[in-house]
């Protein structure tokens, strides 16, 4: 009874994600002293997964894939389930697996877990650590149904590279037709998005206007970072609604937030909580951000962020 992984692709490249669960289905696997299966749809490389703990991968090529469809790829996932008799099947959280990983549920009649944060303490009962309230508090969660699926957070368990390596071999589930025609996708191809980024530069009203955002942009650029902004940025049109994160917006769970100019209203700080690092910099010292934040600095970012932008320039110079 092997466990199954999902490993999410776009454009033929894996994320960062698939590697990462990867890395949490191996750890998982020997613990059950079993191997690991990966699923992997319309992607190139699948050899890449070997490094980080797979042993086999069912490569599927179809087209009909191309665009993801929550029902389509639950139904693909499950079948290659069921075929390798898999036991446990692990999951990303990122909104894509959200939307499929309950229809996956349904059909392998298993337990879900969102949000788990850790290796299981134990597969004898399967129980595992998540997050819960928003990320202010951990809930221990037994899985007791026979197949048992977990969704890992991003940036939570990491990657842990391996010494093995992946055989492949094709798989042609029976896809289900969505009644959907997708005409076309529009995406941005020149920035790191939010969803992948290490590092996220976010701000918010008190950059006073979107002619400010240049500075954002460029302290982003040198960091290689994701942009975002707060809501009520997005709200007035300054940013597009793509970049609002929070509670209502993306959630984000960056190794590194800074946030400038953004009080941190509770609906904000819900969805970053989960960033390991924040930074903010705002000249209101009693903001709310502050008491969230594991770096403060007081000051106008009109002079802090060119000044920031300034070192981390000659900083990597002197390193390159």
């Known amino acids: 009874m092997s466990v199954l992984v999902y490993t999410e692709s776009e454009q033929g490249k894996f994320k960062k994600v698939a590697l990462e669960v990867a890395s949490y289905a191996k750890a998982i696997a020997n613990q059950m002293g079993t191997s690991v299966t990966a699923v992997a749809i319309n992607a190139e490389n699948t050899s890449e997964l070997g490094n980080y703990g797979v042993d086999k991968v069912l490569s599927i090529t179809n087209d009909d894939l191309n665009t993801f ?42 337990g879900y877990a969102s949000n788990v944060v850790e290796a299981p303490s134990s597969t004898t009962p399967f129980t595992v650590k998540r997050t819960a309230f928003t990320n202010k508090a951990f809930n221990i969660t037994t899985i007791d149904t026979e197949t048992k699926i977990v969704g890992v957070s991003k940036n939570a368990f990491g990657l842990v590279e391996s010494t093995g390596s992946a ?53 982003a650029d040198v960091l290689g970072a994701a942009t975002a902004c707060s809501k009520p940025v997005s709200d007035l049109g300054w940013r597009p609604h793509s970049e609002h994160v929070g509670q209502t917006g993306k959630p984000v769970a960056s190794n590194l937030y800074i946030a400038i100019g953004i009080s941190g209203a509770i609906q904000h700080l819900a969805g970053i909580n989960a960033s390991k690092v ?43």
């Open 167 to 219: 055989t492949s071999e094709e798989f042609s589930p029976s896809i289900p037709s969505s009644g959907v025609t997708v005409q076309s996708v529009d995406k941005a191809t020149d920035k790191v998005t939010i969803a992948d980024a290490e590092i996220v530069v976010s701000a918010g009203r008190g950059l006073k206007g979107p002619e400010n955002w240049g500075m954002v942009e460029e302290l």
């Open 69 to 110: 469809n929550a029902n389509a790829y639950a139904s693909a996932i499950a079948q290659a389930a069921k075929q390798e008799n898999a036991s446990v099947v692990v999951v990303s959280s990122s909104a894509d697996s959200k939307y499929l990983a309950p229809m996956l549920a349904i059909q392998l009649e298993a």
């Open 278 to 320: 924040k930074v903010v910099i705002n000249t209101d010292p009693e903001a709310p951000f502050f008491k969230a934040a594991d770096y403060g600095v007081v000051g106008d970012a009109f002079e802090v962020v060119p000044t920031l932008i300034e070192k981390l320039k000659a900083f990597k110079a002197q390193n390159a």
